[in-house]
């Protein structure tokens, strides 16, 4: 079982950055790691992941804005977001899949206005 910590969430202006941590509590070395988000009134939805072996996907909405990265032995994942838009907030969540089980962590909220 690992437990996810996400943190750098804020406010940001449009066109600002913000860099997320996602920090587990046991080794994520051989793990991939996904991000997703929630936005008020819609569904959580699926942002980018890094693989176990530092290979990334990302979701058309935030490709060549956001930057996924790892430093496995910090046990931390690191979401990379530059130009970001209003369209953008949300609560950012980190997870990780173990033996079938999804776990979460508990998310960090991310506002993009002026």
């Known amino acids: 079982q690992v437990q996810l910590l996400e943190s750098g969430g804020g406010l940001v202006q449009p066109g600002g950055s913000l860099r997320l941590s996602c920090t587990a509590s046991g080794s994520i070395f051989c793990r991939a790691i996904d991000w997703y988000r929630q936005s008020p009134g819609k569904q959580r939805e699926y942002v980018a992941r890094v693989t176990s072996g530092g290979s990334t996907n990302y979701a058309d909405s935030v490709k060549g804005r956001f930057t996924l990265s790892r430093d496995n032995a910090k046990n931390t994942v690191y979401l990379q977001m530059n130009n970001l838009k209003p369209e953008d907030t949300a609560v950012y969540f980190c997870?990780?899949?173990?033996?079938?089980?999804?776990?979460w962590g508990q998310g960090t909220q991310v506002t993009v206005s002026s």
């Open positions: 997870k990780t899949r173990i033996m079938s089980s999804d776990y």
